[in-house]
């Protein structure tokens, strides 16, 4: 993610980039920088709300165009506009879902729409290598927007599988492996869903 707090934004477009997927369109990757740049009541690289993107993707049917399109600089930009007949991906809307002591229906949610945006506390996360994050971290400090891909319940503990946006060389190829059950970090408190 360089030095840009837009892990808000990071989260948001992966999310809109895999209900694109799920929806049967090819798999590309969508402008987290016209997010930052355009998304209203956020601060670009100095921090944003989940919501409050989403809200506007939704409310606006803001199109998203490709990250080739308007590429990410790692600050903030004047927003770059599109007329209306300009191609791109807009999402319907979206939930948002408070899933404290429910893991299990948070679960039925990523089976139903897909991968979910979540706030967690992950100021232990800087020197995540691998494993299964258990502890070290509250659930009354969501700090950081990342997105829930799938989970494992095969093993001792159960874990959800998480991408984060800070590249690929962090923890297990750019993802983590967070307990299930107990709301580590405040996995489950702040939840959304995007609908296409």
Known sequence: MKQCGGCWAFSVVAAAESARARAGQPLEA???QQVIDCSYDNYGCSGGSTLSALNWLSKMQVKLVSDLE???TAQNGLCRYFPASHSGFSIKGYSAYNFS???DEMAKVLLTSGPLIVIVDAVSWQDYLGGIIQHHCSSGEANHAVLVTGFDRTGSPPYWI???SWGS????DGYAHVKMGGNVCGIADSVSAVFV
Do not use: T
């Open 70 to 72: 308007y590429p990410f």
């Open 169 to 172: 060389s962090w923890g297990v």
């Open 162 to 164: 998480v991408r984060n």
């Open 30 to 32: 969508l402008s987290v």
């Open 101 to 103: 002591d429910q893991e």
